[in-house]
């Protein structure tokens, strides 16, 4: 086949639409949540696993589909992940059954850790060091916008057309993505042959899908018992155990090509910027978690409402992250990197301060753009001074590791937030139940009182006006209305109170994460180019 010879620019977009593609679909499921359990019959456990099972396939392999593309080459495993992605995502939008949409969901996943630590390792091969902020904007235009505009789009599809189509979306477009990538992305190779650490694989694998779970499920089962012999204690405790012995084991194989060179982690920017993607991914999935179900459960915004609350944010973040990419190039990352971090921070603080029951819904504006300027000024200084000491024989690897800590932080941010959350408001519901209910006759008023205690016990609604508390019936129409509207207020009280601490849970780790960013060495990036073996070639045979 005839490759049309394109600018590393064009490279660039084409791997971007496939990162975007892929990070898309983190969020954009989230608002389809009420048709889908309605439309194939699932229950509330069911319609978590279809978020659930992507996030497992993408949190367990990350690791090694970086190594994988320094096996094979980036270009080639980006091209079988982008063919995997978009065969699974068919495969999701035709489910019929609960139990073939959560199986297909995890093999997208799959597909999507093997396509996104690629865009790294090839952008570092064809740029030089000087240019690498502006080419690192890119993704991290792609990266946020598809984070923040996955409610928006999905709200879009699921309101004119159907849940399935938040879905079928990506076939057309991974289709381009992959004949795309044929004509126009290089095969980046540099020049040495890995081997591949099968039993680090192994290790990783099973530790990290241990792990993940028990931090994803841990809220559903009350951080206790799955079955009778499983529990999500034991489950964490097997995954640590897994990874300690996946370090030790790659301690032991470092001199033979490791499936993580600990070299990476002896420069201080490397280390340091690990620890910040993983706080940032935390503090984003961490907000958008509560903020997203506070839009539409508590001020009964639909699908499509409550994503265009956040659209100011991936505005903002498309329009200032290629400045930010050219300001990094020029003056280097750190600077830039913790004023972002800390007007990520300062965003949520705001969004504290307004949501309150019966918010306008253009009140949010003010918070979510600044939100948006602080995740503009993130990305792409984080991926920068990172990758800024990595030699080209690394970067497959250093590429796979940045994106696991980053979705390490995402899944322990969905974790905890969540857990604070269902725990701020079980406690906010019992007290404004109490405060609420005195009006009513004594035998109304217990029964309100046990539906509001079944609620904080089942776990969090997700959808408009949804709050979990299972009324009354057989009341008289005037006793039932002030019944309900009483369970009303009761509920979006309580929400807005467990909110605040939830969202103050986020901006206290964006803080931490501003110091580690902050600690990182100052300095303009190099500008020398990168070394011949590592520059684009021709696919090579194997």
Not at 322 to 343: E, I, K, Q, S, Y
Not at 368 to 381: H, K
Request: proline content about 6%; aromatic content about 6%; charged content about 10%.
């Amino acid at each position: 086949m005839v490759r049309w010879r394109a600018s590393p620019w064009a490279a660039l977009i084409v791997l971007t639409l496939g990162l975007f593609m892929a990070l898309l679909d983190v969020t954009i499921v989230s608002v389809a949540i009420p048709q889908l359990v309605v439309a194939i019959h699932a229950s509330l456990d069911q319609a978590a696993w279809v978020s659930t099972a992507y996030m497992l396939g993408l949190a367990v392999l990350l690791v090694t589909s970086g190594r994988l593309g320094d096996r094979f080459g980036p270009r080639a495993v980006f091209l079988a992940g982008a063919a995997v992605f978009t065969a699974a995502s068919a495969a999701c939008g035709l489910a019929a059954s609960p139990g073939a949409l959560i199986a297909a969901r995890a093999v997208q996943g799959i597909g999507a850790a093997l396509l996104t630590p690629q865009p790294l390792t090839i952008v570092t091969g064809l740029f030089p060091a000087g240019r690498r902020g502006a080419a690192f904007a890119a993704n991290g235009v792609a990266g946020g916008l598809a984070t923040l505009a996955g409610p928006l789009i999905g709200g879009l599809l699921v309101t004119h057309l159907s849940w399935r189509w938040v879905f079928f979306v990506n076939v057309p477009v991974g289709a381009l993505a992959l004949v795309a990538t044929v004509l126009v992305v290089p095969d980046v190779r540099t020049g040495h042959r890995h081997r591949l650490d099968l039993t680090g694989v192994l290790l990783a694998s099973l530790g990290l899908a241990a792990v993940a779970f028990a931090l994803t499920e841990g809220q559903r089962f009350g951080w206790g018992t799955i079955t009778s012999v499983l529990s999500i204690p034991l489950l964490l405790a097997a995954g640590a155990g897994l990874l300690m012995l996946f370090v030790l084991q790659q301690a032991r194989s470092q001199h033979r090509d490791p499936l993580v060179p600990f070299a990476l982690f002896t420069g201080r920017g490397f280390t340091l910027m690990n620890a910040v993607g993983a706080g940032l991914q935390f503090a984003f999935i961490g907000f958008l978690l509560p903020f997203t179900l506070y839009l539409q459960s508590v001020l009964g915004l639909s699908a499509l409402q409550a994503g265009l609350v956040t659209a100011p944010s991936a505005v903002a973040n498309m329009a200032l992250s290629p400045f930010t990419g050219r300001w990094v190039d020029r003056h280097g990352p750190r600077g830039v990197l913790t004023a972002g971090l800390l007007a990520f921070a300062a965003g949520i603080g705001i969004l504290v301060r307004v949501a309150t029951v019966g918010q306008s819904p253009w009140a949010f504006s003010p918070a979510m753009l600044v939100i948006g300027v602080g995740f503009a000024a993130t990305f792409s200084p984080m991926i920068t001074k990172a990758m800024a000491s990595v030699p080209p024989e690394r970067a497959g690897a250093a590429s796979g590791i940045l994106s696991t800590s980053r979705q390490a932080g995402a899944v322990v941010g969905s974790a905890l937030v969540a857990a604070v959350l269902q725990n701020q408001l079980a406690s906010a519901l019992r007290g404004q139940a109490l405060a609420r209910t005195r009006y009513l006759p004594a035998g109304i008023r217990a029964r309100l009182l046990a539906a509001v205690a079944g609620a904080a016990r089942s776990g969090l609604q997700v959808g408009a006006g949804q709050s979990g508390i299972r009324l009354p019936g057989g009341l008289p129409a005037p006793l039932a209305a002030a019944v309900r509207r009483t369970a009303a207020q009761v509920y979006q009280q309580a929400y807005v109170a467990a909110l605040g601490p939830s969202l103050l849970l986020c901006a206290g780790v964006l803080l931490i994460t501003a110091v580690c960013a902050f600690a990182a060495r100052p300095g303009r990036t190099a500008t020398t180019q990168v070394p011949a073996q590592a520059s684009p070639r021709a696919p090579a045979r194997h």
